[in-house]
């Protein structure tokens, strides 16, 4: 039965979700591509994803910039309507390899600059942070991941409690709005329910393990580990569309 398949994703997801802030749904994403749609996949991750980035946001609250947050926060939000809209009426299978390609590609940048040294602070032009938004927000929409995101935020800061903070606001606020939006459209359904509550404790049981792990780590540590973690959640998706 793929529901253990489910519990194991889930929380090995959950587990790296506790360390990093992120990559639960690029986890669970890569696992479960192989016996599940998105349109059942996404739905899934959106209800364990809202009460761990408002946990998350709420541990780390002291350290949100919100100057980080606001400009983000609106773009992500115009590009998950696109997203869901996408998710609910296309055939995204060739997009989850175009997103592995971009995952590896985007790791492997960020793991060269990070190993020479050259991963300095930048202002990105208004442009690109527009074209990153509203991007991030339609594959949030469309898979629920938030790696474009999170390349922009380690870029933006250094410090591991602001970015962890900052980005999980954003997250979380970007479920909310999206459960509005996936409810409306039909996606959200009893059986996506009844599937995220038998995946509530593997869950808890992954996040918990993961945070209290992350306190123990410094910060270039946690980001090698982040883009690690990008590099080869891509790569399945990749391999499920050869």
């Known amino acids: 039965m793929d529901i253990y398949l489910w519990m194991l994703a889930v929380l090995v997801g959950y587990f790296v979700k506790g360390i990093a802030g992120i990559g639960n749904t690029l986890v669970v994403t890569a696992a479960m591509t192989w016996t599940r749609t998105n349109q059942q996949i996404t739905p899934v991750e959106l209800l364990l994803c809202v009460p761990t980035n408002l946990l998350l946001a709420w541990k780390n609250r002291r350290h949100i910039d919100w100057r980080l947050t606001i400009p983000p926060l609106c773009m992500v939000l115009a590009g998950d309507v696109v997203g869901v809209l996408l998710l609910k009426n296309a055939d995204v299978t060739a997009l989850k390899g175009v997103f592995g390609v971009v995952l590896i ?42 790696a474009l995101l999170a390349a922009y935020f380690a870029r933006v800061t250094r410090d591991d409690k602001v970015y962890k903070g900052s980005m999980c606001l954003i997250f979380a606020l970007e479920n909310i709005f999206r459960v509005i939006v996936c409810s409306a459209t039909g996606l959200l359904t009893l059986e996506t329910v009844r599937i995220a509550a038998i995946l509530a404790l593997p869950m808890l049981a992954g996040l918990f393990a993961g945070m209290k792990l992350s306190g123990k780590m410094n910060a270039r540590t946690m980001r090698i580990v982040i883009i690690v973690m990008l590099m080869v959640s891509g790569l399945p998706l990749v391999l499920a569309n050869l």
């Open 105 to 146: 590609l985007l790791g492997a940048e960020m793991l060269w600059r990070e190993l020479r040294g050259t991963a300095s602070l930048r202002k990105p032009h208004p442009v690109t942070l527009w074209m990153l938004g509203i991007s991030a927000g339609v594959l949030c929409g469309l898979f629920g991941a938030g």
